[in-house]
């Protein structure tokens, strides 16, 4: 695929360590499906690295909105951190497995970290299109670690097919504390839904099995597809 040179249109803190990139491709429509990434590039001494980076926002636009968490030595997300408005993102065209495959089955979003990004995507046309219930299981370590946590309490304050859960795993609170995989139990009253998982790939590969366990296909979670072997290494 052609690499296409999005210019920073805006930039904006989300958490202490995540940022919100607006990413402009001046005559280009994206036509993407909401869940896909991009892979932005960066040219390094040693050749040049990608790194995908789920949309927040969806196709239709000439924009795409990009979260970005800050890694201690990570070189892609301090470069990304680091931009201006004006810089110029070389990203390769959305791809990839993650996107909604059904509007009438009740879903189940669950992710960590800025892998809830993709759910974000997915959440805005189910809200609009969908039929079931839709439930966010969202994990990270404390409170100010939760991205866009005010806009998703808006949605579920406003919309009664959608409803969302915390998990902190480094503080203690009045919510579930520990891991998002220990907390399943909340999609017990949802019927039959299908899956949809992103974050670290030990949460993924934690609760598909989980979810077997409790009687859910495999043909109805959904996720990247590489976190097995990512686990496995």
Known sequence: MDLLDATVAATTPVTPRVRQLLLRVEGHTFDHTPGQHVSVR?????????????????????????????YDGGTCSVWLHELEVGDEVPILPPSGNLHLRALDRDVAFIATGTGLTPMLAMLDPYLREGTGQARLLFGERTQADLMYRPMLDRLAATHSRFDVHYTLSAEDWAGPTGYVQDHLSLLDDLDRPQAYLCGVPEMVVETKSALREAGVSSD??????????????
């Open 42 to 70: 960066l040219e390094t001494e040693d050749g040049p690295i990608y790194r995908p980076y789920s949309p927040v926002s969806g196709p239709g636009t000439d924009t795409l909105a990009l979260a970005v968490k800050e």
């Open 220 to 233: 109805h979670m959904f996720s990247e597809g590489w976190e097995d072997g990512a686990v496995a290494d």
